[in-house]
């Protein structure tokens, strides 16, 4: 490459990198708790995996629909503020073609937002960055983690909440490998759904965390 080809590439990836962080200003809409359209692009907030829209989840045993309420809460945050500053940081795409990126609004990380606000959860299956966010909300039981809910990768795959709060209680699956192995998975993990329990081989269910570990199991890495 000659000294102006590579004068031009230096030009394209200065223009690249400085345009792709500019704030944008005008119209933001928002499909869903972790989908935002502006301009006609869609992007896909990365990282976080909000409840689909008519997903629902179950307080003191009753069914709302916590996908709208997750798409509520971004529209509120984000929507019919023009003059507000909005940006976004991301390069790649989705298999369906959204752009995925860490948006702010102001100041504010609204991926994390809609995480810490029990509006999403860590999209582990992708990333770590927002477990600790998720926890936040889990513990100040935020959105979402004020009753039950079916984590949406899950919800995906089929799998619903039933109306017994019983059935709920003890939702840990305790599973022994082919090498013997004593491994439990929570309802969070991907391999959560496949995962069988057959008590005649010894299998079991838990209620916490702490009771499998009591008993000599170890949780899943996935």
Known sequence: MGKYGQIFCIKIFIFNLVFCCLPVFGQILVTDGDTIRHKGEKIRLEGIDAPETNQQCKTKNKFWNCGEQASNALKNLIENKPNKKFNCDGNSTDKYGRQLSTCFF????????????????????????????????????????????????????????????????????????????KIYHTPEGMDYLKTKVSEQKGEKWFCSETDALANGWRKSRR
């Not at 966010?133 to 899950?154: T, V």
């Open 106 to 181: 102001e100041e504010i990380n609204i991926n994390k937002w809609m995480v810490e606000n029990g509006w999403a959860l860590a999209y582990r299956y992708y990333s770590n960055q927002y477990i600790e966010s998720e926890n936040k909300a889990r513990l100040l039981k935020r959105g979402m983690w004020q009753g039950d809910f079916i984590y949406p990768w899950n919800w995906r795959k089929g799998k619903r909440l039933i109306a017994s709060q019983n059935s709920q209680r003890c939702r840990i699956k305790g599973n022994i490998s082919s090498k013997g192995e």
